[in-house]
């Protein structure tokens, strides 16, 4: 019972840091992209993967580690289903942001010039997914809830 609920507690920690590290990414991305700029950028960017790692790990782990309702139960249910199309779509959208801040981490490493001509769309990619994530919160509490079962 205490795995089940420090695993429940840690995938909600990291939902509440991941939605704020990619609100607050999207922001970073709006302002003047100076060295401080770039530097909220990247802070940003990291807690917004570490909190990803967290929050599909301890998801994995409780949907198909046989410490939640098991594997047969989520995958049968159509707001798991939806909360994990919309993770789909998340990660699919994080390829292009993804690529383009290592990119821009390199050039900052060597002190050469970065093109940051791409932001406000970036910052535009953020926005939605951070929408997503509010999204998949409501695909969550239904499920919990047990609204429109099967």
């Given amino acids: 019972m205490l795995i089940r609920w420090l695993l429940?507690?840690?995938h909600l920690i990291a939902l509440g840091i991941g939605f704020a590290a990619i609100w607050g990414r999207a922001r970073a991305l709006r302002l003047?992209?100076?060295r401080q700029g770039l530097s909220r950028v990247f802070t940003a960017d990291t807690t917004?993967?570490?909190a990803a790692v967290l929050w599909i790990g301890t998801g994995a782990v409780r949907?198909?580690?046989g410490w939640e309702k098991g594997t047969s139960y989520y995958l049968h249910d159509r707001w798991f289903m939806g909360k994990m199309?919309?993770?789909l779509i998340i990660l699919a959208l994080e390829v292009w942001p993804m690529i383009?801040?290592?990119r821009w981490r390199m050039h900052s490493a060597k002190g050469a010039t970065i093109d940051t001509s791409p932001a406000r769309?970036?910052?535009l990619v953020s926005t939605v997914q951070a929408a997503l994530v509010?999204?998949?919160v409501l695909a969550a509490t239904a499920m919990a809830r047990g609204l429109g079962v099967r």
Avoid: H
């Fill in 48 to 50: 917004w993967g570490i």
């Fill in 8 to 10: 429940a507690a840690l």
């Fill in 63 to 65: 949907a198909f580690g």
């Fill in 121 to 123: 769309k970036l910052a």
């Fill in 32 to 34: 003047p992209l100076d």
């Fill in 85 to 87: 199309t919309l993770l």
């Fill in 100 to 102: 383009t801040f290592i």
């Fill in 134 to 136: 509010l999204l998949m």
